[in-house]
């Protein structure tokens, strides 16, 4: 469990070569936490664990294949195999590309179930494995693009607003078995999902998310917005008439 200066003793992040979730993991990482890194294989995967490892962690690495649905029981079996998990980070996902994901009825698929289809299947497979060991955090890993979906990205943002939705209402099913969760919404995080882009207004690095996440879950919230101004940023455009959004720069 947590001990009582915030400092957990394992650790899962389900997209184990995630930015954020690795930088999570860096701020968490201390000799004996148990880190279990979920993700395909990869040169990433390994180099991931060998820096961890590095840093005195406990590591195991696990499979985890985001549209093999039938896999994603086995994957959180193998998770757990080691004892309870006190914090796990759902930090899979996929950007593609917004003008081609409209338009390629595959790239919108693949959009669909990474991004909102596998989130909840994994969603409701831990809430099941923390609400029988009774304590734990889910942090999930959302976007500004949920909160008001823009014509710029509108396949992302409509999987991410549905992401969103639902993990703001696992909290609440959850809630009263000593399970937290935790939804995030980052803006432009400068990351490797994001190389290549023009970088947006009150930009972020993935370390500055993850000192966020850890501040929230000590503080014991369960909605952020990183930075914080987009908290009021996002309100006021989620009052903006539909004629006027739709002509503004975003």
């Not at 994957?75 to 899979?92: E, H, Q």
């Not at 919108?108 to 955090?137: C, D, K, S």
């Not at 850890?214 to 930075?227: F, G, T, Y």
Request: glycine share 10%.
């Amino acid at each position: 469990m947590i001990n009582a200066v915030g400092a957990p003793q394992s650790l899962l992040l389900l997209g184990g070569t995630s930015d954020i979730g690795l930088a999570v993991a860096r701020k968490y990482s201390r000799s004996g936490l148990r880190v279990v890194l979920a993700a395909r294989p990869s040169d990433r995967r390994t180099a991931a664990a060998l820096e961890l490892t590095s840093l005195g962690c406990e590591v195991t690495e696990v499979d985890l294949d985001a549209r093999d649905h039938e896999s994603h029981a086995a994957t959180i079996d193998r998770a757990f195999s080691g004892g309870d998990i006190d914090i796990a980070v759902i930090a899979f996902g996929l950007l593609g590309d917004a003008e081609q994901a409209w338009r390629d009825p595959e790239l919108a698929l693949e959009l669909a179930e990474v991004n909102y289809t596998a989130p909840i299947h994994f969603g409701v497979l831990l809430g099941q494995r923390m609400q029988a060991q009774a304590h734990g955090w889910i942090v999930a890993l959302s976007s500004v693009a949920g909160e008001r979906v823009r014509r710029s990205n509108f396949v992302y943002g409509s999987t991410k607003a549905g992401f969103d939705g639902f993990f703001l209402g696992l909290g609440e099913a959850l809630r009263d078995y000593g399970v937290h969760v935790l939804v995030v919404r980052p803006g432009f995080v400068k990351s490797k999902m994001t190389s290549g882009l023009d970088e947006a207004p009150l930009a972020v690095t993935p370390d500055q998310v993850a000192e966020t996440v850890i501040d929230a879950i000590k503080s014991k919230r369960e909605l952020v917005w990183v930075p914080g101004p987009l908290r009021v940023v996002m309100s006021g455009l989620r009052h903006v008439p539909r004629p006027l959004f739709r002509k503004l720069p975003i």
